[in-house]
């Protein structure tokens, strides 16, 4: 994409309205721009980040052997007067009526649709055990929207649920969920941390939420120091295996790591003193086990090897997509702007070309954005006509996490620069070198996509 024909409106003004790093990046960052309390337009460069994250979110998520699909953003309140939850989720609940007075409600979440969908079309235990996700615009009347897109009134979620024969069964789709979410979470990027945390309003008493350390994170959590340093890494994860997903949720929960709703004082002090640590964290996602919570109410039985009717056990998960982006950025921004990860970065690497209109530059620039884009690489030419120090400002702000710099000086000696917007590090490279450097290292995020040289 070239800068000057795309859409990045940049502010230049500290937004007065945000209160943390990421909303005032993502404001001034030309990614989203606010259209009512919590609800947002996404602009280009927001739109690509978020299309990124789900894109992860979608390949982590068949890879662990979960159906995509797609439920509507608007549901009748019938289903959720069936589980009795239309009037006991109050006000948080955007209600709405059509034009025949029925009512209909703004999807917060979808337990009792994806049930009607499973009662409707299974009736055999030989279909289980079965999980089917989508990814969905969500609405929740927040009491306080604020922070941006990470507690916003509509938000983008992923939200899965598990249809499965018995607690065993379904405990091992939890740990399917709670391994992908692992990973998932390490493409993107981040550290979160799973917690033991509570139910609330959707249900059961197993539940653990995933949380990425910040200060400016919305909840309190508890844990021993030495759970960050558990990492999933590399290892190969058979889904299918019962005893592999258990093993790597027992090691993942082996540790004391809890919300401030579960926490427990006396377990707490049990832990070595120079390991206790209290912290804020933002919920990037949760998973829950709730049995025949919703499947008994709603009737979603199905015969088993016996030929007795039985309320399957279900489960939901879910990641906050949206909210995701505000969290990376959290996690990954210095002073002088977003420090995009490789894996999510919604450019490749920008291209500065330090003279425009200058024969040599313009053409080695567009040699570099051409024969990127034939290796695989989505690049951002910065080809306006605008001051040296305006390009690196904006270079900076929206924190792609290579820039290649084209200067007269530097063609005179056949190089192009190399920075690395994380270390600041610079090296100068010949545009060949230079191309193949930045294939080799996206191909490690997305091989499918990047050519070999
Ligand atoms: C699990 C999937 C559920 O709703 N039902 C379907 C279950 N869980 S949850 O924890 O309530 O939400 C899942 C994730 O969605 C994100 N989230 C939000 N993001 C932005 N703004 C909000 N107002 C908001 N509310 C929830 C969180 O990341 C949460 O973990």
Redo the contacts with the bound molecule.
């Keep these: 994409m070239r800068l000057s024909r795309y859409f990045l409106p940049v502010l230049k003004e500290e937004p007065s309205e945000a209160q943390i790093v990421s909303h005032r990046l993502m404001l001034r960052a030309g990614m989203i721009k606010q259209q009512a309390a919590?609800i947002y337009s996404w602009l280009p460069f927001g739109l690509k980040v978020l299309r990124r994250i789900e894109q992860i979110v979608h390949e982590e998520q068949i890879r662990a052997g979960h159906i995509p699909m797609l439920m509507p953003t608007l549901q009748p309140a019938d289903l959720w007067r069936e589980s009795k939850r239309y009037e006991a989720y109050g006000p948080e609940m955007l209600r709405v009526k059509d034009r025949h007075s029925r009512d209909l409600l703004y999807g917060?979440?979808?337990?009792e649709m994806i049930t009607d969908i499973f009662r409707a079309h299974v009736s055999t235990y030989k279909e289980l055990p079965l999980t089917l996700y989508h990814i969905q615009w969500?609405f929740?009347d927040?009491i306080r929207?604020r922070f941006g897109?990470?507690?916003?009134?509509e938000?983008y979620?992923k939200?899965?649920?598990n249809f499965d024969l018995d607690k065993d069964s379904a405990l091992h789709a939890y740990n399917r969920h709670f391994v992908s979410y692992l990973r998932t979470y390490e493409r993107l990027g981040l550290k979160a941390i799973p917690m033991r945390a509570d139910s609330?309003p959707?249900g059961g008493d197993n539940t653990h939420?995933?949380l990425v350390l910040a200060d400016t994170g919305e909840s309190e959590v508890y844990y021993d120091r030495a759970v960050t340093d558990i990492q999933l890494g590399t290892r190969q994860i058979d889904y299918e295996s019962q005893a592999q997903c258990q093993s790597i949720v027992s090691e993942f929960t082996s540790l004391y790591a809890r919300t401030d709703e579960t926490h427990s004082v006396s377990e707490f002090s049990a832990i070595p003193m120079e390991r206790q640590q209290r912290a804020r964290g933002i919920?990037?996602?949760?998973?829950?086990y709730f049995g025949t919570k919703y499947s008994e109410p709603m009737g979603a039985v199905v015969q088993n090897a016996n030929g007795q009717a039985v309320p399957v056990h279900m489960g939901?998960?879910?990641?906050?997509v949206?909210?995701l982006v505000g969290a990376i950025i959290e996690a990954s921004h210095d002073e002088k702007g977003i420090i995009w990860p490789e894996g999510v970065t919604p450019f490749h690497c920008g291209i500065v070309n330090l003279k425009q209109g200058d024969d040599a530059t313009d053409k080695t620039c567009n040699w570099i954005y051409a024969r990127s884009r034939q290796f695989g690489l989505e690049p951002l030419y910065d080809d306006r006509q605008e001051r040296a120090g305006a390009k690196f400002a904006t270079s900076d702000l929206i924190g792609l996490p290579w820039c290649i710099t084209v200067s007269p000086r530097g063609l005179n000696s056949g190089v192009v620069e190399l920075t690395c917007r994380k270390t600041s590090n610079r090296e100068n490279l010949s545009v060949d070198a230079v191309i193949e450097r930045l294939s080799r290292i996206y191909r490690a995020h997305i091989p499918s996509q990047i050519a070999t040289a």
């Design positions: 919590g917060p979440t979808n337990e969500k929740r927040e929207p897109v990470m507690r916003g009134r938000f979620m939200d899965g649920y609330g959707i939420e995933f919920e990037v996602g949760q998973i829950f939901s998960h879910g990641i906050g949206s909210r």
